[in-house]
């Protein structure tokens, strides 16, 4: 985040060279500089300005490198990522599949790597709905990567968070509530107290204890999830938008309604915004909206 400003300034030039670029000795370090610049525009939740870079940089590698080569197989699991923040989560999954088969086949099926790939796939089957075929997914790649790394690694909080919402989409939330909690634990130990990552952390084990009836505990999670994103990312961006409307939720759930609509109206503003007013995202925003205006509309009818 600190390299922001630098990377915004830089943008202009790298978009020059890609249009100019063709060049045989220099397209692999082309392929390098549109993959930060696609992965700088991800983080700042400009995924429709990071894709054409996603999608050339993978042209190149595979062209410079071959269809299965692991480096490859790394550029398909980042515009994966990126047709997935777009909602184009069909146009993701045969790209997370083949970053899979590549990954394995070269790295074998013990490596972090592989684990990481298995963990993206099953968050792109998540997305789609299937989450039983997601499961079996994630429960590997927790248990390769616990193999692979310290117990207390970065990776694991990302494999123990994934496994949790795993948990919790097929409902199963008691058994998602400790891989949450030591998600947490690690991140913030690893990454620090301020860290989007950790507040990714904190919603996530909020939003298991709302599911177990336990929005009281929740809600100062929400509030501080909301605190760290918006230092660190910003009030305008997509992450901040996640955290507002989670946080207007559980002030909903607690019959605090008025006090959920501003925050309801404001993340529904930023992800129309960022993601365009036919996003799925915004769809949901706005049917968040529309609770909160009718829990306010039952409270005026019971009290006049």
């Not at 549109?34 to 042209?59: C, N, S, V």
């Not at 084990?205 to 929005?215: E, M, V």
Request: hydrophobic share 45%; charged share 20%; glycine share 6%.
């Amino acid at each position: 985040m600190q390299s922001w400003p630098e990377w915004q300034e830089l943008l202009p030039h790298v978009e020059a060279v890609n249009a100019h670029c063709r060049g045989t000795e220099t397209i692999s370090h082309l392929a390098v500089l549109l993959g930060q610049a696609a992965f700088y525009l991800m983080a700042r939740g400009q995924a429709a300005q990071a894709l054409p870079l996603a999608e050339r940089a993978l042209a190149i590698t595979e062209e410079a490198l071959g269809p299965d080569h692991p480096t490859t197989a790394i550029i398909l699991g980042n515009l994966a990522t990126t047709y997935s923040a777009l909602a184009r989560y069909t146009e993701a999954l045969p790209l997370e599949e083949r970053a899979l088969a590549i990954t394995e086949e070269a790295l074998g099926p013990d490596h972090p790597n592989t684990a990481r790939c298995l963990g993206n796939l099953a968050s792109t089957y998540g997305d789609l709905g299937r989450h039983a075929d997601a499961l079996p997914l994630a429960e590997r790649a927790l248990a390769i990567t616990e193999e692979a790394v310290e117990p207390d690694h970065s990776d694991t909080a990302i494999r123990l968070g994934n496994l949790a919402s795993t948990y919790m989409a097929l409902g199963r939330h008691t058994e998602a509530l400790p891989l949450a909690e030591r998600a947490l634990a690690i991140t913030e130990e690893a990454l620090g107290p301020d860290h989007p990552n950790t507040a990714r952390c904190l919603g996530n084990l909020a939003g298991t204890l709302s599911a177990l009836g336990r929005p009281s505990e929740a809600l100062a999670l929400e509030e501080r999830a909301l605190a760290i994103t918006e230092e660190a990312l910003g009030p305008d961006h997509p992450r901040t938008a996640i955290r507002l409307n989670n946080l207007a939720g559980t002030f909903n759930t607690l019959g605090r309604h008025t006090e959920a609509l501003p925050l309801a109206e404001r993340a529904l503003a930023i992800t129309e915004a960022a993601l365009g007013p036919d996003h799925p995202t915004t769809a949901l925003r706005l049917d968040n909206l529309r609770a909160i205006h009718a829990a306010l509309e039952d409270l005026t009818r019971d009290g006049s």
